[in-house]
């Protein structure tokens, strides 16, 4: 599949959306609706990729690159969007696809069969539509006995026939490259909006004796996201797409629908994953792990065999050894955790080097930070540390060292030492059943 040109018109706004943040910058599975779209578009084969951005669009212009950029310094319709994108793409000759960067679930293979189709065919345009249940208010696609387009009709425009019609417009579309410029260059805006259209290609190109056709396409892949119920109809699509791979892939989901995944998440086989678990980014989960319900993942790497949660929280660097145990509410952040290490409850451990086999008691936090700075605490190989231990970092502990219940660690201990800090304890016999019988003279 050579010579392929796109063009992703990202232009809008997003007012429906009611957001400071571009529409296509809003995340789908963790990463932006047009990043979605631009990785099919580059597994495809494309020779070049021109995004169609507004002026001051720079948060835009940073996620799409390294896509050529090209301005619409008015907002005057999709075809007047695509004429803008001409002089960056500068005399190509090959097939341009123009796609919609709100308009992220289209699949690769349905790319590859428009521009099939089009080759096939000679044809000047080939238009991606869909047959919906309901047609609602989309633009149709009028086609002759020989199943040639002839026309996009927009349903305000139509007649009661034209209406009939179940094949919807859904405005993605592929060029002749060598015939792009001139048939964009004959729409007009002679219309109530006073736009470039670009549906009126599909005439203009049959005014001049060309052929257009068309591919019909999922309704699901071609949802456009215009405002947030949409945007969260996309996720749930992919979402179940997602889970589905996975489940495919040889690992367990007990409560599919509960299990919530991102766009680049990896996921082992023999894998079990309990309801309610939240995979955000950048998450590796090798084979033959559990993670409870209820648990947190995000920029987290798990090793084979390991046990997570429930109710535990990884956050990014946190990177786990095979046979690691992370028990119920224990947070782990920016942390090596060795082979057979376990961290079974109640535990916060930031910016620290656990050992192969330590132990890390109920109540155990490194305290990492001192309102400026991070450091580091190292934790010895074989290493037990008592319930309810502070760790003041920066700060080592020798491996097979134990660290007394309740202490708080301000020193390095020594490898096999026992490090124990606690004021001594004062008993006062008596003074409980004084006390109790205090209060009931006062309350009487």
């Known amino acids: 599949m050579s010579a392929i040109a796109a063009v992703v018109l990202a232009a809008g706004a997003g007012t429906r959306m009611n957001s400071s943040k571009p529409k296509v910058l809003h995340e789908i599975g963790g990463r932006p609706m047009v990043s979605h779209l631009l990785d099919t578009v580059n597994q495809l084969g494309t020779e070049r990729v021109v995004v169609v951005t507004a002026p001051n669009m720079d948060a835009v212009q940073r996620q799409v690159a390294p896509a050529t950029i090209a301005i619409q310094h008015q907002a005057k319709g999709t075809g007047h969007a695509v004429l803008s994108s001409l002089d960056a793409l500068d005399g190509f000759e090959g097939d341009v696809l123009v796609l919609f960067g709100d308009c992220p679930l289209i699949k690769l293979e349905t790319l590859r069969a428009m521009v099939e189709k089009r080759r096939e065919q000679s044809a000047a345009v080939a238009v991606l539509g869909f047959e919906p249940e309901d047609a609602a208010e989309y633009g149709r696609l009028v086609t002759n006995t020989a199943g040639e387009l002839e026309a996009i009709v927009e349903f305000a425009d139509a007649d009661a026939k034209t209406r009939a019609i179940g094949i919807c417009n859904s405005g993605v579309m592929v060029f002749d490259g060598s015939k792009l410029a001139s ?262």
């Open 183 to 444: 048939l964009i260059g004959a729409i007009t805006d002679n219309n109530s909006k006073g736009e470039f259209y670009l549906t009126d290609v599909v005439e203009i190109a049959n005014s001049q004796g060309l052929t257009c056709t068309y591919v019909i396409g999922d309704e699901l892949e071609l949802l456009g996201i215009n405002n947030r119920v949409q945007l969260s109809q996309a996720e749930q699509v992919v979402q179940s797409q997602w889970r589905q791979q996975v489940m495919e892939g040889g690992a367990t989901l007990i409560d599919p629908a509960s299990v919530w995944l991102s766009y680049d998440t990896k996921i082992g086989q023999d894998v079990v994953i309990e309801p309610n678990v939240f995979i955000g980014t950048n998450v590796i989960i090798r084979d033959n792990v559990r993670v409870k319900a209820h648990s947190h993942l995000e920029g987290t790497t798990i090793g084979e065999r390991a046990q997570i949660g429930p109710f535990a929280r990884l956050r990014p660097g946190a990177n786990l050894a095979s046979d690691v145990r992370v028990g119920n509410f224990v947070e782990i952040k920016k942390s090596m955790i060795e082979t057979g290490a376990k961290i079974s409850h109640l535990s916060y451990i930031g910016d620290a080097e656990i050992g192969s086999e330590a132990n890390i008691g109920a109540g155990t936090i490194t305290c990492n930070y001192d309102g400026f700075d991070k450091f580091a605490t190292k934790i010895g190989a074989g290493s037990f540390i008592g319930s309810n231990t502070a760790l003041v970092a920066p700060v080592t502990v020798g491996e097979g060292a134990i660290v007394g219940a309740g202490s708080t660690i301000t020193r390095n201990v020594e490898a096999d030492a026992l490090a124990i800090e606690r004021g001594d304890e004062n008993q006062k016999p008596g003074w409980a059943e004084r006390f109790r019988s205090l209060k009931k003279k006062i309350r009487k």
